[in-house]
């Protein structure tokens, strides 16, 4: 089996992972900011992390900044997918044959 054919199998499954890992993240550190007594610095001093009310709110946004990263990740290799994937409608090996052939 070679390796674009390997990718093609298990590219949806890994963008599939990708997006739902970057929403719990993002929605996660939305949460530490929407409700920190129980969520964020609360939370931290409870389970006895020093400094919990500077670490509640730089998790929370280390969170959200993760989440969102991973999230256009995500959108920006369906991009690539579609526009690299060796023969189908919107790919540039497609667009390269239709003009070739103009």
Do not use: T
């Amino acid at each position: 089996m070679r390796l674009c054919e390997y990718y093609r199998m298990h590219a949806n499954a890994a963008i599939l992972i990708r997006l739902a890992a970057g929403a719990v993240f993002l929605s996660e550190g939305i949460q530490k900011f929407l409700d920190p007594a129980a969520l964020g610095a609360g939370r931290f001093e409870r389970i006895g992390i020093p400094q919990a009310q500077l670490m509640g709110p730089f998790v929370g946004g280390v969170e959200i900044a993760c989440g969102a990263l991973l999230l256009l990740v995500a959108m920006l290799m369906c991009f690539l997918y579609l526009a690299l994937a060796d023969g189908g409608r919107w790919s540039l090996d497609e667009w390269r044959r239709r003009r070739k052939s103009e």
